[in-house]
């Protein structure tokens, strides 16, 4: 018999809690669960996970890049990695063969359990479920600038001064956002649109470790908020309730919001290399988000707008698909309205407006049918979407449904879209 099957060796698939800056999207993207968390550490289960490497390419940070030869019975629990503050080593041949593993053995993928595969069986027998995590892509669009990333990972951040604090929301609202601008001085830090920083809020949790770092989009283009100058723009919604309504302070957003000119802050990153606008001419973009989802797009729309300005930029055309409770939450309103129409398609989705019925960014994309046909049928087209992970299934459904109508088959176009990097899923 194979050793390495007698012996149960696998190749363990560990986050690591020095890097992993706790964004969630490796647990949101595991199309097996098999990824899950607490309040320190993101963690993988060995006796889940199928090593089908759906996660790998979308973590920004690249903390989940790591494997251990382990035997299947001193696999590494979940419980055990929840306490980590840092990867254990990988055990050395001699403890690897008093483990009863041969040298040179290799390692089999992990071994289901018998109910895992009674349920996978009885999967296996119902009607697929719509996974529209599936159709995101994981490369850039061909023609996007080239992406720094991990410049300043967590363990050596950079600090940058704030040189802004705007609430870009209406006044008088319990729902609050801002538009920070940090500038980083004479350390470089180069970003481009739809990449992300880490900022590091000070003190330490309940069982008293540092804080870890928060995940923010840019919200600025790649030659900065004020043209010519190192800095960038953030979109921070203040936290004051979960999702389920139930209220809580959300430590980073709220020390962010409440941040002074002149204050000084811990910044990791940049991240995210994927997630990039495209560049070459007549290239079309759609984008399509709610409430701080709209950062990259505001990125992406000012790019395009100030090489419109200078001449050059042979424009493709720019559709926007924008969602809020109500106008007067939805952030950067009043500039949205000063944009030329000739150079944006504005579309907006308020769902709480008193006296209206709710409408949401897919209702809207289902109205505008025969437009995102036509873009769905030019492989020019890129689609953006960012927001919370509630809206991203509504989303691509709706998607879906514009190409069957317009006799186009989705298997072949979601495809395409995929593996050409035109269609963009960062949802939280």
């Known amino acids: 018999m194979d050793m390495a099957v007698e012996a149960g060796v696998i190749k363990q ?51 989940i890049d790591n494997w251990r030869t382990m035997p299947l019975v001193r696999a590494y629990s979940i419980e055990e990695q929840f306490t980590w503050e840092s990867l254990p080593a990988e055990l050395s041949p001699e403890e690897l063969e008093a483990a009863g593993v041969s040298a040179g053995a290799e390692a089999a993928p992990p071994a289901q359990t018998q109910a895992q595969a009674q349920t996978q069986a009885a999967v296996e027998t119902l009607e697929p479920a719509f996974n529209s995590a599936q159709y995101g892509a994981t490369v850039p669009p061909w023609s996007a600038a080239h992406a720094y990333t991990n410049l300043f990972p967590p363990k050596t951040p950079t600090t940058a001064t704030v040189v802004g604090n705007f609430n870009c929301t209406e006044a008088g609202f319990d729902s609050e956002t801002h538009h920070i601008v940090l500038d980083f001085g004479v350390v470089p830090f180069p970003v481009l649109e739809g990449q992300s920083i880490g900022i590091v809020p000070p003190g330490t949790d309940a069982i008293g470790k540092r804080h870890h770092a928060r995940q923010y989009s840019v919200a600025s283009p790649r030659n900065g908020e004020r043209p010519g100058y190192n800095n960038v723009s953030l979109t921070v919604k203040r936290v004051t309730e979960d999702h389920e309504g139930t209220p809580v302070r959300g430590v980073c957003s ?40 709209s950062a990259p797009m505001r990125a992406m729309t000012e790019w395009r707008r100030r090489l419109r300005k200078s001449g050059k930029f042979e424009g493709g055309k720019l559709m926007l698909f924008f969602g809020a409770r109500t106008q007067q939450e939805l952030p950067y309103f009043g500039p949205l309205q000063s944009l030329p129409k000739d150079f944006i398609d504005i579309n907006l989705a308020f769902s709480r407006t008193p006296g209206q019925p709710k409408r949401y960014v897919q209702d809207l994309m289902r109205e505008r049918a025969a437009d995102l046909a036509a873009l769905l049928k030019d492989g020019a087209s890129h689609f953006y979407v960012c927001g919370l992970k509630s809206m991203e299934e509504g989303v691509v459904l709706a998607l879906r449904d514009v190409a069957k109508e317009a006799g186009l088959d989705w298997d072949t176009v979601g495809a395409a879209l995929k593996r050409e990097g035109r269609l963009h899923l960062e949802t939280y």
């Open 254 to 293: 709220n020390y962010v919001c409440d941040l002074k000119v002149g204050d000084t802050v811990q910044v990791v990153g940049p991240f995210g290399a994927s997630f990039l606008m495209p560049n070459h001419p007549k290239s079309h973009i759609v984008m399509i988000c709610t409430g701080t989802g």
């Open 13 to 63: 698939h560990l986050i690591d809690p020095e890097i992993c800056i706790r964004c969630n999207t490796c647990e949101a993207t595991c199309p097996v669960n098999a990824i899950t968390h607490d309040d320190n550490n993101y963690v993988v289960r060995a006796d889940v996970c199928n090593g089908c490497m759906a996660c790998i390419s979308p973590c920004p940070t690249g903390s």
